[in-house]
């Protein structure tokens, strides 16, 4: 056989293997996240939802972020982009965090949502839904303050901003 229909089809098993590959990862992104994480993962914007203060308050709907799922969010103010999530735990709690830690916020990798917890994108480590905004400092998502009113979250954007220096 010639060598050069060999390399052809060598490339083309490489390709069709990479593609399939990557076609995978996406499912796996889609089944465990979010639809925004596999648009992520492909290049197409990313898991925080920017939100911006009316009055100094970030407001988000209790409805948006009360399926147990964690969601992500962003604020953007004097040149930082400071990250959270939002998750309602299983005891029907709204908690709020940074995504980051004492620990391992030099990384900048966050935390992922896995069922009733949370799981550091750095070192591992697994935290309790239910004790996001009761436990602190180590690996623990660092506590941010939020009031729920009604069916509103409320997230001043000075408490937001006092997370900065994890970003």
Known sequence: MNKRIITVRFAGVSLAAALAVLVGMGLALVLVEPPHAALAFFGFGDKYER????????????????????HYFSYASQGKDVRFFV?????????????????????????AGDGEAVVCNNCGQRFAA???????????????????????????AADIMEGARYF
Do not use: M
């Open 87 to 111: 998750v309602r735990s299983h005891d029907g709690v709204i908690r709020a965090a940074f995504d980051a830690c004492d620990v391992c916020w030099r990384e900048g990798k966050g935390y």
């Open 130 to 156: 239910q004790k996001i905004n009761e436990v602190k400092g180590g690996c623990n998502p660092a506590p941010l303050r939020r009031v729920v009113d009604g069916g509103t979250v409320l997230i001043a």
């Open 51 to 70: 939100v911006a203060p009316e009055n100094g308050v970030v407001r988000i709907d209790v409805s948006d972020v009360d399926d147990g799922r964690v």
